[in-house]
């Protein structure tokens, strides 16, 4: 009565969703979206560099398949569930198909694994009906705010040392002043002078310990 395709989904003409959905308000379209995930997505997961001096973070791809007789209609309620997304300003993926067997077709989409947008997804979408994604997914999110406030912090002092250069302030000032080491002010004259970016801290606290905590 609500529009929604009932059976076997693998095996059947998927309807498109109904407008009651992809027309409702913002709030019906995250929660929609929210349950989605809870059912068919994946929790946001933390993977450690071979050198073990980093990490990254994804959130592999959601997916259903389906008979390729009926991939058509799969790929349409999937295109409408990214424009919800995109609704959320969420950076994620155009449809993606990949052929499983003779009888089978992949659908998929992707969230895209940069950790603001990560973020972002958490914040506005997250998952319902599913408790160990939601609770592992929020302890790797705050892991994450907790690294970018401590980046953007870095950011904003390298930034005042930076201005205080090309302005000609001495270095013993600049060293009182903003509280570093004569090694480190080196450092980013020498930065400056080879036109690089303001790159990213050394965390201390990596994941395992900052999970203890």
Request: proline letters at 1%; hydrophobic letters at 30%; a positive charge.
């Amino acid at each position: 009565s609500l529009g929604i395709t009932v059976g076997k989904r693998s095996e059947i003409y998927h309807n498109g969703l109904p407008n009651w959905i992809i027309n409702g308000s913002l709030l019906t379209q995250r929660e929609f979206c929210s349950g989605f995930q809870g059912g068919d997505g994946c929790k946001i997961r933390i993977n450690k560099l071979n050198d073990n001096k980093g990490f990254n973070t994804i959130c592999s791809k959601t997916s259903n398949q389906i008979n390729p007789k009926y991939l058509k209609s799969l790929e349409t309620v999937f295109n409408q569930i990214i424009t919800m997304f995109k609704k959320f300003n969420i950076e994620i993926s155009d449809v993606q198909t990949k052929k499983i067997s003779d009888n089978r077709t992949e659908v998929s989409y992707k969230i895209s694994d940069k950790k603001e947008n990560l973020i972002k997804y958490f914040e506005n979408i997250g998952y319902r009906y599913c408790e160990h994604k939601s609770k592992n997914s929020a302890i790797l999110i705050e892991y994450l705010k907790y690294n970018k406030v401590i980046s953007d912090n870095y950011k904003t002092k390298i930034e005042k040392i930076r201005d205080l250069i090309n302005n000609s302030v001495s270095n013993q000032n600049i060293i009182k002043l903003m509280d570093i080491t004569e090694s480190k002010l080196y450092d980013i004259k020498k930065s400056i002078k080879m036109n690089r970016n303001i790159g990213t801290p050394n965390i201390k606290l990596d994941f395992d310990n900052w999970n203890r905590i």
